[in-house]
């Protein structure tokens, strides 16, 4: 069974930092790219950060400055970190793989955790 299991949601106030964690776990062959999404109540989901196996990222243009997207590829795992959070960043955060494995090549979604910035 191929899975992504995320880690690192919370409470923290306006101007706090987090972390989050994501890691692909199962009989996987190869993982291309690796991300970060989140879907604020009422809204729709929208990417913040992706990273290549190569390592090139890519942010939203809200996040851009105060994010960071990285990855250990020996671990599977791709992490976000958050600094000078704002309550517009409160939202479910979901990671998501593009990732070969022995079930199919496509698109994985973790259960998603979430993240709330008080004012």
């Not at 191929?2 to 880690?7: D, G, I, R, Y």
């Not at 996987?28 to 913040?48: D, T």
């Not at 671990?75 to 970190?81: F, G, I, S, W």
Request: hydrophobic content about 35%; charged content about 15%.
């Amino acid at each position: 069974q191929v899975q992504l299991v995320e880690s690192g949601g919370g409470l923290v106030q306006a101007g706090g930092s987090l972390r989050l964690s994501c890691a692909a776990s199962g009989s996987i062959f190869s993982i291309n790219r690796m991300g970060w999404y989140r879907q604020a109540p009422g809204k729709q989901r929208e990417l913040v950060a992706q990273i290549t196996s190569g390592g090139s990222t890519k942010y939203a243009d809200s996040v851009k400055g105060r994010f960071t997207i990285s990855r250990d590829n020996a671990k599977n795992t791709v992490y976000l970190q958050m600094n000078s959070l704002k309550p517009e960043d409160t939202a479910v955060y979901y990671c998501a793989a593009h990732m070969l494995t022995v079930v199919a090549a496509g698109d994985y979604w973790g259960q998603g955790t979430q993240v709330t910035v008080s004012s």
